[in-house]
């Protein structure tokens, strides 16, 4: 079975904007094991554009999280 890819900087910007598992997950309209999941790679979101919106970054920035930057609500 092929593994999703991680959204390596999902959790790193979660916790950048200071939001828990249940802040982020609420804010994206997703269970929190959802959204665990998409951040241990072992399920991709449907629309990651939609995720990347909500968390103010672009898709690219989810995928490929290189450094932590400041992100405003």
Not at 47 to 70: H, N, T, Y
């Amino acid at each position: 079975m092929k593994k999703n890819p991680r959204l390596h900087g999902l959790r790193d910007i979660r916790k950048a904007k200071g939001w828990t598992l249940e802040e982020c997950a609420e804010r994206l309209g997703i269970h929190t094991r959802a959204l665990s999941a998409y951040e241990q790679g072992s399920r991709a979101p449907e629309f990651p554009e939609r995720v990347a919106r909500i968390m103010g970054c672009s898709v690219d920035e989810l995928l490929d999280w290189k450094e932590v930057r400041e992100y405003n609500d």
